[in-house]
């Protein structure tokens, strides 16, 4: 018996919909409610069975596995996602991360020595491991086998390693190119327990997921798209205790269904915080811990390294402007700035800040010792690793895909691989338009609850399915000022629905404004008010006659 067909609420969507060419019913519903059912065929990724084998072989033979994981969301999901699974079906496994501090991204000589004293028989390597190959063929010399989970790009020098599970291998025919390392993690468990015939619900670990796919800036179409709204759902369940702790202490309502924007914007970054001012071992902790006691603890710890790690991001933002300003950059010029004692955990993030404000690619350095750490950010679209790549006579080491790479250089040759990179990016344009569709003018009748219970639908929302915003024209009732220059709203829609707005860092443009006015913004639940409240996200307010 087929599904029921699921439909939107509001004439706004529907035409959203048709405008996307989504005017089959059928094709529409799959759209609105994805099913895990309708995931591609794994058959096609290579080495999945090999690799699924030879962990069964491990766990059947009390042989020791040691998951070594990168240090971000990505990383440390697919990192807990094997351990998990495999001490679940009674394996021995020590999961390690890499660190930002010591030794850097990847298998580096550090994380080796570290893999080593673990005395493995195998090894798993997660989101890391494609650009390894010094590191793994050690490990391979002294009999140890490396099975490689990854999701960037191959090098064509083939990997000295037992199995290799990553999309974008050319002999890989799987069809969905876009799943990040958490997802290619899930997949390779589900075959694992296929081949030791085990009762277990591979469902658990969606909410992980979720959490690393949305965080690394996945596509969120096809195959992630399936994943990741299932993961909300899960995530929504609350049952892993960290993760539960977490959600409490900043905040997040679990009464409304979560988006891909409560990861992103809330709990990824917290995620992220320890590995970037120290070891990034308490976070996966916390994705780990299974007492809700302990999982408090940890939660607090993770929200308080957040809280130092805003501090220092806004530092080195502040003094990334004052050497851009010494340097006279040119409006579309590639920027390049660097300092000593630049936390090398941060600069991505001023990267991503600077690249969003400027839409120019963006390299920004951490110094020390004379030797430098940088993140690379641009617009979407532009093929920042092609960039790079041109420049590697200038640098030690560099690595990661085209939307965010990490580089190495010695001081000496910051001002070459300024040049060089600048003239790289100049005879590159964005791989694709980048999709950032217009706001869409409601219909007369639609209702705001009925526009957010929609928008759930379309979740989740972000890379390759961009987040909807809504143009009202309203009566603006009260506007008054907030600390930190923001601006809350009270909106009178001309429907005769009346929501609350709030617009982040409005009010040294706009001041108390009121009266006639387009608001343009995104819809949220007013958290504040309760029950069906809805609130609007204001980006633009533009006065009407």
């Known amino acids: 018996m087929s599904s029921p067909l699921v439909e939107v609420r509001t004439s706004t969507i529907a035409a959203y919909l048709a405008q996307r060419g989504q005017v089959d019913p059928a094709e529409r519903s ?30 059947n033979s009390g042989q020791k596995l040691v998951v070594f994981g990168d240090y971000d969301c990505d990383g440390m999901t697919a990192t807990a996602i ?77 990997l000295p390693v037992l199995a290799f599970l990553n999309p974008h291998r050319p002999e890989c025919s799987f069809p969905f190119k876009g799943l990040a390392s958490c997802g290619l993690a899930l997949s390779v468990m589900a075959e694992l327990r296929k081949q030791l015939g085990a009762d277990l619900d591979i469902r658990a670990w969606l909410d992980l997921v979720a959490i690393g796919t949305i965080a690394d800036v996945a596509p969120l179409s096809g195959d992630n798209r399936i994943l990741v709204r299932a993961g909300l759902a899960k995530l929504k369940e609350a049952q892993r205790p960290g993760l539960r702790a977490l959600m409490a202490l900043i905040g997040i309502d679990l009464s409304h269904p979560l988006t891909a924007s409560d990861v992103s914007f809330r709990l990824a970054p917290r995620i992220n915080a320890p590995g970037r001012l120290q070891a990034p071992d308490r976070a996966l902790e916390l994705l780990l811990e299974r007492d809700a006691d302990r999982a408090q603890g940890i ?198 629905d009346r929501l609350g707005g709030f617009g982040p860092g409005l009010g040294a443009s706009l001041g108390e404004i009121t009266g006639r006015a387009r608001v343009v913004g995104q819809l949220r639940p007013d958290t504040y008010r309760g029950g069906e409240a809805v609130e609007l996200l204001v980006n633009e307010v533009t006065r009407t006659v």
């Open 30 to 59: 799959s759209f609105l409610d994805p099913k895990l059912s309708a995931l591609s065929p794994p058959h096609g990724m290579r080495d999945r069975t090999l690799a699924a084998e030879r962990i069964a072989h491990a766990i």
């Open 82 to 158: 094997v351990t998990e699974v495999v001490r679940a079906l009674g394996g021995e496994v020590q999961p390690l991360l890499a660190s930002r501090f010591q030794g850097g991204y990847g298998v580096s000589e550090m994380a080796l020595e570290r893999i080593i004293a673990e005395r493995p028989s195998l090894v798993v390597t997660c989101d890391c491991g494609s650009s390894d190959h010094k590191t793994l063929a050690a490990l391979r010399a002294l009999g140890i086998d490396v099975i490689v989970i990854d999701h960037h790009l191959v090098p064509v020098e083939p």
């Open 299 to 496: 939660a607090s710890e993770v929200e308080q390294l957040c809280q130092q790690r805003r501090a220092e991001q806004s530092r080195i933002l502040e003094l990334a402007e004052a050497q851009l300003r010494e340097l006279s950059r040119k409006d579309g010029d590639a920027i390049v700035v660097g300092h000593e004692g630049w936390n090398h955990g941060i600069v991505g993030i001023v990267a991503g800040r600077l690249a969003d404000q400027y839409q120019c690619p963006t390299v920004v350095i951490g110094f020390e010792g004379g030797r430098g750490r940088g993140s690379v950010r641009g617009p979407a679209g532009f093929p920042l690793f092609d960039a790079v790549e041109e420049c590697e006579a200038h640098l030690v080491r560099f690595g990661g895909h085209q939307a965010a790479a990490g580089l190495e250089l010695e001081v000496a040759q910051l001002g070459a691989f300024r040049a060089s990179f600048a003239l790289a990016c100049k005879k590159r344009t964005l791989h694709t338009p980048v999709d950032r569709p217009t706001p869409l003018s409601v219909h007369p009748g639609d209702r705001v609850r009925d526009l957010l219970a929609d928008c759930y639908l379309l979740e989740p929302t972000g890379e390759g399915n961009p987040a909807l915003k809504f143009a009202f024209d309203c009566f603006i009732k009260t506007c008054r000022s907030l600390r930190g220059g923001h601006l809350k709203f009270e909106l009178e829609l001309d429907s005769g």
